[in-house]
């Protein structure tokens, strides 16, 4: 059986078994870990890459479309780029390389490669479960990152810019992050393509904020327009944490971003704001497994998408409220301004409810531009096509408004208005 | 300057026929009242004369300045001079009110070969035109009518009309919903606008609001045609007697 499996296998999944192959005794990791890698390389093999039939991968059939990987090993000189909002502390990862000079007053930072080394990382690597491809994936090949621990207590005056560059290639990266309780922060993670040619980026993040802490952490997606992006997030929430999450997708070619929330702290909330901005031929994968686990939390998703050309996106956004997380609030909402009739939108909002005193409501929209929002901005003088970009830009920058720091809404409204010029 | 020859006009979707003939000239430096009952083509004429693409003209013309401006599309009507004030102000979350009236600002310069304005020229115009009609710089931070109370996005309609010196004032319903000291404020500032080439056309369903914009002409539409015109004494016979007794004369 399971070599009929093995000799079913796709080129990307054979170029996968291959490269793992041709890194034996180069990839960091001690015993344990190396033991960890095999374990879910083996995992990956019998399996395959997931198809549509396993429902969590139902719109995104990664069998299907990552048909070719590129090569493991091409490294170019690559180099920092100026922070997305300036004054922030940036640790870099180039082609995957975390930088051993990095350090952030009154933060802990070590080196990922080196939590590899002494195998104390061995136990965050394994996969979520029996179809989280994405952490089979990046714990069989990952090599570098930032371990981060904010202390308790401590407020930090400027984000931190996590700024992971990189050009052709395969790039495997990983960010433990601990908030210490009380602690207030923002994070900026930051994924970019600066060279030619299409690469293979796998990254997890995998987040902790004890009781009392306050953080922004923005995922920024910028990939060239072949490369695959495949993203996690790991969170988990302790009593009275407030996590802010901004996801923007806003290249790629073949993107999956996976958001797994555990709410596991009374008082907890999560604001959670996606906004995709899809074009070309691209396939935009954002599926959140939330969780609310205990009493008395609450939370709101709210993900605006863009599609314009051939593009296709997919929302599947699943809350489970546990059986004693009585009281908890959440609200979830998708919605799509659809430019183009060659492009799509999938939604799947899912509610599990076990609880019986919980507000939960979900809703979702695929619409064009309002047409009377149009002719008010016409019948003002702005010819249509500019009124168009001022409507689709307001479609989205409407959710960035909502983040307190104005350089960092201005920064983001700087990505959306250079996207929405090369795309629209 | 304005002149609606035998025009008829249905909506785009449906085919419904709402303007069936209607004439009516308007001269420059003339204020025009237009007077009707609900469902006369009231709102629906000051659509088309804006460009609305929802409804079709199937007949007739409407010349501005000697010229069809029927194949224009509303932002270059806008450009022209034309200007709607809305009856419902729409809000619009996500565009920051001060920056649509730049755009729409220096998009009517361009249209018309004149230059862009400076950034302070721009604010000392929308602060000057502002505290006239006593618009709080507070409300100019938001984006673009969203949360405003109906008398502050009527004002707000008013203001952009201040800022884009249109030459054809159309305003629709322009009283409804206003408290007597908001209906004076936006009076003020549309008499501030009279000139000798400017006109406009004040959509109006009671009487109330030509106290303060008296009209030079008033015309009574129903059924999608001018049914009698005459000058401002008609209003108040309207005012007095309703509409009854001219749509029986008309019948």
């Given amino acids: 059986m399971n070599m009929q499996t093995t000799s079913r296998l796709t080129a990307a999944e054979t170029a996968l078994v291959e490269a793992f192959g041709a890194q034996i005794g180069e990839l960091p990791g001690n015993g344990a870990v190396i033991g960890t890698r095999d374990r879910l390389l083996d995992d990956l093999k019998k399996s395959g890459l997931p198809t549509r039939r396993i429902e969590a991968w139902h719109y995104t059939d990664l069998k299907n479309l990552l048909r070719i990987l590129p090569d493991a090993a091409t490294v170019s000189a690559i180099d920092p780029a100026a922070p997305l909002v300036e004054g922030s502390k940036v640790l870099s990862i180039l082609q995957g390389t975390a930088d051993a000079k990095a350090a952030v007053d009154g933060v802990e930072i070590a080196l990922f490669r080196d939590r590899l080394a002494d195998g104390s990382a061995a136990a965050g690597l394994t996969a979520l479960d029996k179809d989280d491809a994405i952490g089979r994936i990046n714990g069989s090949f990952v090599r570098d990152g930032y371990a981060i621990a904010v202390p308790a207590n401590t407020e930090l005056d ?33 994924h970019r393509s600066v060279a030619e040619g299409s690469a293979l980026v796998s990254s997890i993040s995998d987040i902790a904020l004890e009781d009392g802490a306050d953080i922004t952490w923005i995922i920024l997606q910028q990939q060239a327009a072949e490369d695959t992006h495949l993203g996690q997030i790991r969170v988990k929430l302790g009593t009275d944490a407030k996590l802010r999450l901004f996801v923007i997708n806003a290249g790629g070619k073949l993107v999956r ?85 060659d492009g799509g939108f999938s939604a799947k909002p899912e509610l599990e409810i076990f609880a019986d005193d919980v507000v939960c409501g979900h809703g979702a ?36 408004e909502e983040l307190e720091e104005e350089k960092l809404v201005e920064a983001l409204e700087g990505v959306i208005s250079a996207w929405l010029e090369k795309h629209a | 300057m304005l002149e609606i020859k035998n025009l008829h006009a249905r909506i785009a979707e449906d085919g419904t026929e709402i303007i069936r003939g209607l004439s009516l000239t308007v001269k420059a430096g003339e204020i025009a009242a237009i007077m009707g009952p609900n469902g006369s083509g009231k709102s629906t004429l000051s659509y088309i004369l804006s460009g609305r693409q929802d409804y079709e003209v199937t007949e007739g013309d409407i010349l501005y300045n000697g010229e069809s401006i029927l194949e224009l599309d509303p932002a270059e009507r806008a450009s022209k001079g034309i200007f709607l004030a809305f009856q419902y102000p729409l809000e619009i979350p996500g565009v920051a009110t001060m920056q649509f009236l730049k755009v729409a600002m220096n998009e009517q310069r361009k249209a018309r070969g004149e230059a862009e304005l400076t950034t302070p020229d721009f604010i000392r115009r929308v602060k000057d035109a502002a505290d006239k009609l006593k618009i709080d710089q507070a409300m100019l931070r938001r984006p673009l009518n969203v949360g405003f109370s109906g008398g502050e996005k009527k004002r707000a309609e008013i203001l952009q009309m201040a800022l884009l010196e249109p030459k054809l004032c159309i305003l629709d319903e322009t009283d409804s919903g206003l408290d007597i000291d908001a209906l004076k404020i936006v009076a003020d500032g549309v008499n501030a606008l009279k000139s000798p080439d400017r006109a406009t056309i ?50």
């Fill in chain 1, 158 to 190: 400027a984000p931190i810019e996590l700024q992971a560059l990189h050009g052709a290639g395969q790039v495997h990266t990983r960010f433990p992050v601990s908030f210490g309780a009380a602690s207030k922060a923002t994070i900026i993670e930051r």
């Fill in chain 1, 257 to 341: 971003q996976e958001l797994r929330i555990d709410v596991a702290g009374e008082g907890a909330e999560l604001t959670l704001r996606g906004v995709n901005l899809l074009g070309g031929e691209s396939h935009t994968d954002v599926t959140l497994v939330l969780g609310h686990n205990v009493p008395n939390t609450n939370s709101t998703e709210i993900i605006r998408n863009v599609v314009f050309d051939r593009a296709n996106g997919v929302f599947q956004g699943m809350i489970r409220v546990a059986p004693d997380a009585q009281k908890t609030d959440a609200k979830m909402s998708c919605n799509t301004l659809l430019l183009t009739d």
């Fill in chain 1, 365 to 400: 929209t695929v619409a064009d531009i309002e047409s009377s929002h149009l002719f008010y901005l016409m019948a003002r003088g702005v010819p249509e096509n500019k009124a168009r970009a001022m409507l689709v830009k307001a479609f989205v920058a409407e959710i960035v």
């Fill in chain 2, 202 to 251: 004040v959509i109006t369903h009671y009487q109330r609001l030509l106290d303060y914009i008296v009209p030079d002409t008033v015309h009574v539409l129903y059924k999608g045609q001018i049914i009698r015109s005459g000058d401002k004494a008609l209003a108040l016979e309207l005012e007095e007697n309703g509409y009854a007794d001219i749509i029986g004369e008309a019948a």
